[in-house]
C-alpha cells in the first residue's frame, strides 16, 4: 500500500502545484479555468450581486474563440509517413512499409473523426490554455466492425482537458522528457472494480473501489443509487529494462585434425551454441488506481513513447500549462456587460417623463386618449402649466456609449477579430487577391498556436506509429489504391524496427485561396500550358465526384487513340510513295478528313 499512497501523493502534488500558479489578478488557477469556461458558455453574471437590473450578455470571447478555431482548421492536414531514404524510381521495401502505415493512419483518423477532435482539442485549448490527446490499446475491440473475426484489438484515443493532465517535470513542457505523467478521470465505481478484476486484482482491493465525491466545484454529476462514481488516476512513467537475451548460431563439427565431419547423407554435422546478453531497454509502465485501491500496477506497455500528445495554446516559460488566450480580456468583458446592463436600466426608469397635477385643482389624472381632465377653481389669468406639467428626465451622458463602443472594438481588435480578419470587404471595392492577402495577413498572430497545432498532430503520428508496431502484428489492412479500397495482410511489427519520418500535410488554407488555386488551374489548362489529366489530377474530389474514374477513362481512350494512330501510320508507310503524298497533303489541309480516309482505306484493304 506504501506505493499506491506514493502514486497518490504524486498526484496530489500536482493539484498543489496548479494552485501554486501565478495567474491573471492572482487567481487560483483552478477558479480561473472554471471563470473562463463559464464566461466562453455565456454564464458572465457569475459572483456579480445585482438587484433590479436586466443582465446583458455581449459574448465576445466565445465569438474570438469560435473564430480563432475556425481559421486555424481551415487548413487540410493529414500525415504521411517517409523512409529515411526516398526515391522516386524505386519502389523500396522501407516505402512499401510506409504506405501501409500511413494508410493505417488514415484509418485511424477516420475512425477517430480526426477533424472534430482537432476543433473540439483546439476549443479547449483556447479555452483553458491546453489539451491533451491520450491514446490506449483496448484488447477487447475488433476492427472495421468485427469484419475479420479472428483480429483483436484496437487503438482508442480520448481528449483531456488540460486540467487533469499532471507533469512529473512541470517546468518543462517536453512530453518524452518527463519522469511521470499523470491523467486524471472519473468513471462510474461498477466500472473500475470489473476492470480490476481482470487484471486478478485481489477481491480486498476490488472491495475497497468506493463512491467519493473528490472533484471540482465545475463537474455536475447525476446522484442515484448503485451509479457512484470514483476519480481514478493513470500514471505513465519510463523505465529502464535489463532483458536478458539468446543468441543461437550453428558451428561446424571436426574432427581433431579440424576436418569437418559429414552425416551419413553427406552433409557436414554442425552444432547450435547458445550465447546469452543483455540488454536494455527503454519502455512505459503504466498504472491505474484509485485513492485506496489499484486497479493493475506497473504494466508494461511495450511502447517506447508517452502515449500522450500534449496541445498548448501559447507557450508559457517556466511551466508547462499555456496560456489561456481569453484571460485577459475578462474584466473588460464585465465592464461592457455591466454597463449596458446600466444604460438599459437607467433607460428603463427615466425614458417615459412623470406627470405632476396640483391636488388641490385636480383629483384625479389620466393618460386615457381623449378623456377630459377636471379642473377646480381656476382664477382669471391662471396658466395650466402652473397646475400640470411634466418632469424632465435627467440626460445620459454621451460618453458612456462611446466607451462602451470604445472597449468592444478595442477588444475586439486586440484579440484579432477585426472586420479584416473576418473577410468583410466589399468585393467591389477589393480584388480577390487583395482579400486573400488582406485575410492571410490578419492570421498571423495565430501562426504560432498553428505550429503548435500541426506539431501536435506529428506528435499524434509518432504515437499511433510506436502504437501500431507494439500491439498490432500480422493483421488486415484496408488501403486505397488507384481509387479502389482493399484489404491487405501486413505484418505491422516491422515498425519497430524501421525508421519513418512523420510529417503533416497542409492543403488548402482557406476558400479564397481554393478559389485561386482553381482559377490559375483553369487559366493554365485554358492556355494550353497543361493537359486534361494534369488539370484533373490538380482538383479534389471535392470538385469533379468520380475525378479518379474520369482520369482512368481518360487515360484508356487516349490508350486506344494512341494504339489505333500507330496503326494507321504503319499502313500509310506501307501505301506506294505517290499514295503516302497525297496523304501527307490532306492530313495538312484536313487533318479530319485525313483521318477518315485512312481509315476508310484501312477498311478497304481488310
Known amino acids: 500500500m506504501e506505493d499506491l499512497v506514493k502514486e497518490w501523493q504524486l498526484y496530489e502534488a500536482g493539484k498543489k502545484y496548479n494552485n501554486s500558479i501565478k495567474c491573471i489578478n492572482n487567481a487560483n488557477y483552478y477558479d480561473l479555468v472554471e471563470a473562463l469556461v463559464d464566461f466562453v458558455n455565456g454564464n458572465q453574471w457569475r459572483n456579480l450581486e445585482v438587484t433590479g437590473m436586466r443582465k446583458p450578455v455581449f459574448n465576445i470571447m466565445n465569438k474570438a474563440l469560435r473564430f480563432w478555431v475556425a481559421s486555424i482548421t481551415a487548413n487540410n492536414t493529414k500525415i504521411n509517413l517517409e523512409p529515411l531514404e526516398y526515391s522516386q524510381t524505386e519502389q523500396t521495401e522501407e516505402m512499401n512499409v510506409a504506405d501501409f502505415a500511413t494508410a493505417e493512419i488514415a484509418n485511424l483518423f477516420e475512425k477517430f473523426k480526426m477533424d472534430n477532435r ?186 517506447s513513447h508517452y ?128 482579400i486573400i492577402a488582406t485575410v492571410q495577413q490578419s492570421l498571423i498572430p495565430l501562426e504560432n498556436t498553428k505550429a503548435n497545432m500541426y506539431e501536435w498532430i506529428e506528435d499524434i503520428g509518432i504515437i499511433l506509429l510506436d502504437m501500431m508496431g507494439t500491439y498490432y502484428g500480422l493483421r488486415p489492412i484496408v488501403i486505397e489504391r488507384d481509387g479502389n479500397r482493399q484489404a491487405q495482410m501486413f505484418d505491422f511489427s516491422q515498425l519497430k524496427n524501421i525508421y519513418l519520418n512523420v510529417r503533416v500535410d497542409v492543403g488548402t488554407t482557406n476558400i479564397w485561396s481554393d478559389q485561386a488555386r482553381k482559377r490559375t488551374l483553369d487559366n493554365l489548362f485554358v492556355s494550353g500550358k497543361i493537359d486534361i489529366i494534369q488539370y484533373l489530377e490538380r482538383l479534389d474530389d471535392s470538385d469533379i465526384p468520380g475525378r479518379q474514374g474520369l482520369i482512368d477513362d481518360i487515360k484508356q481512350t487516349m490508350t486506344d487513340k494512341e494504339f489505333i494512330y500507330g496503326q494507321m501510320a504503319k499502313f500509310v508507310e506501307s501505301l506506294p510513295m505517290e499514295a503516302q503524298m497525297q496523304l501527307e497533303q490532306l492530313r495538312q489541309t484536313d487533318p479530319e478528313g485525313y483521318e477518315q480516309q485512312v481509315r476508310a482505306m484501312m477498311g478497304g484493304a481488310a
Not at 309 to 321: F, I, S
Not at 406 to 432: H, R
Open 118 to 303: 482537432i476543433r473540439e482539442a483546439l476549443t479547449k485549448a483556447g479555452t483553458i490554455g491546453d489539451a491533451a490527446a491520450h491514446f490506449y490499446f483496448d484488447p477487447t475491440q475488433k476492427p472495421y466492425g468485427g469484419a475479420f473475426h479472428d483480429v483483436e484489438g484496437e487503438i482508442c484515443s480520448e481528449l483531456v482537458s488540460g486540467t487533469n493532465v499532471f507533469f512529473g517535470n512541470a517546468n518543462n513542457a517536453n512530453v518524452e522528457e518527463q519522469p511521470y505523467i499523470i491523467i486524471s478521470g472519473r468513471d462510474l465505481v461498477q466500472n473500475l472494480k470489473e476492470e480490476a478484476a481482470r487484471y486478478m486484482a485481489e477481491q480486498e482491493e476490488v472491495e475497497q473501489i468506493t463512491e467519493e465525491k473528490d472533484y471540482t466545484s465545475n463537474d455536475i454529476e447525476v446522484e442515484a443509487d448503485g451509479y457512484g462514481k470514483a476519480t481514478y488516476i493513470i500514471v505513465y512513467k519510463k523505465k529502464t529494462i535489463k532483458e536478458t537475451k539468446q543468441e543461437i548460431t550453428q558451428i561446424e563439427v571436426t574432427d581433431e585434425f579440424g576436418n569437418p565431419v559429414f552425416d551419413e547423407y553427406g552433409n557436414p554435422l554442425v552444432e547450435e551454441q547458445i550465447e546469452e546478453y543483455e540488454e536494455e531497454r527503454e519502455t512505459i509502465l503504466v498504472s491505474k488506481c484509485v485513492k485506496n485501491a489499484y486497479i493493475y500496477k506497473d504494466v508494461d506497455t511495450g511502447l
Open 307 to 434: 502515449p500522450i500528445a500534449w496541445l498548448p495554446w501559447d507557450r508559457q516559460e517556466g511551466q508547462y500549462h499555456g496560456r489561456p488566450p481569453l484571460a485577459e480580456a475578462m474584466e473588460t468583458q464585465i465592464f461592457i456587460n455591466l454597463m449596458f446592463a446600466m444604460m438599459m436600466f437607467h433607460l428603463s426608469m427615466t425614458a417615459f417623463p412623470k406627470a405632476i397635477y396640483d391636488a388641490d385643482k385636480i383629483d384625479r389624472w389620466t393618460n386615457k386618449i381623449a378623456e377630459a381632465i377636471p379642473v377646480r377653481n381656476l382664477n382669471p389669468g391662471d396658466s395650466i402649466r402652473n397646475i400640470a406639467g411634466y418632469l424632465e428626465p435627467a440626460t445620459m451622458s454621451t460618453q458612456l456609449v462611446q466607451v462602451i463602443q470604445m472597449a468592444y472594438d478595442m477588444t475586439k481588435d486586440l484579440l484579432g477579430v477585426t472586420e479584416a480578419a473576418l473577410g468583410e470587404i466589399n468585393p467591389e471595392q477589393a480584388s480577390g487577391k487583395a
